[in-house]
């Protein structure tokens, strides 16, 4: 079992930043990746993006490319997204999930991740 929590979602202005966290008890970082992902009400689940633990290789969605950065911190067991350069769009509810295996085939499909976290709210107004 692995419990995930989000923090820092929050209302920016368009073109302003914020910076998730997701905090993990995973005990076993070898073989897991961190998928970020955003939804709004009556849209499926989007993937927004993900890192494999131990190597680092991160993967982004294209809209959110050059404006979003995946990141984690070992010592701390939290993997955090930065946002920059905000857009309306971007609004919804952000999840952090994690699986345990590294086909780079199914860190794009939220179907692939066992372990959800609450979500976080995210509103950019224009």
């Known amino acids: 079992q692995v419990m995930l929590v989000e923090s820092g979602g929050g209302s920016v202005e368009a073109g302003g930043s914020l910076r998730l966290s997701c905090a993990t008890s995973?005990?076993?970082?070898?073989?897991?990746?961190i998928g970020w992902f955003r939804q709004v009400p009556g849209k499926d689940r989007e993937f927004v993006g993900s890192i494999t633990w131990n190597a680092g290789n991160t993967y982004y969605a294209d809209s959110v490319k050059g404006r979003f950065t995946i990141s984690r911190d070992s010592a701390k067991s939290t993997v955090d997204l930065q946002m920059n350069s905000l857009k309306p769009e971007d609004t919804a509810v952000y999840s952090c999930?994690?699986?345990?295996?590294?086909?780079?085939?199914?860190?794009?499909?939220?179907?692939?991740?066992?372990?959800w976290g609450q979500g976080t709210q995210v509103t950019v107004s224009s």
């Open positions: 999930a994690a699986r345990y295996g590294l086909f780079e085939n199914h860190l794009r499909d939220p179907t692939q991740y066992r372990y």
């Open positions: 995973a005990r076993s970082f070898g073989s897991i990746a």
